[in-house]
Nanobody, 121 residues
């Protein structure tokens, strides 16, 4: 089992920034990639950004140029730096542990508890 603990959500004004953190522990040898998803009210979770093997990253088109995913391998922690936030970024953000195959990210059933991000004036 892999345990994921998230932190860093909250309320921010449009144009502001937040940084989310996700610390992994447990059987982390099962995973070689991590990602952030978000879920809008009444919608399915969608991939926001993935940090895959070889240091490569994938981003949803809606966040390219504004969000940055990074990893501290020594701390088994992945971050999501979110800049120029918009009201439409308001969602619950989830950390996921998975595997990468080439440039593709495949989510495993390891999820964080979710953290609310609200962008509003």
């Amino acid at each position: 089992q892999v345990q994921l603990v998230e932190s860093g959500g909250g309320l921010v004004q449009p144009g502001g920034s937040l940084r989310l953190s996700c610390a992994a522990s447990g059987s982390i040898f099962n995973i070689n990639a991590m990602a952030w998803y978000r879920q809008f009210a009444g919608k399915q979770r969608e991939l926001v950004a993935a940090f895959i093997s070889g240091g490569r990253t994938n981003y949803a088109d809606s966040v390219k140029g504004r969000f940055t995913i990074s990893r501290d391998s020594g701390k088994n922690t992945v971050y999501l730096q979110m800049n120029s936030l918009k009201p439409e970024d308001t969602a619950v953000y989830y950390c996921n542990a998975g595997r990468s195959y080439g440039s593709d990210y495949v989510a495993l059933s390891y999820w964080g508890q979710g953290t609310q991000v609200t962008v509003s004036s």
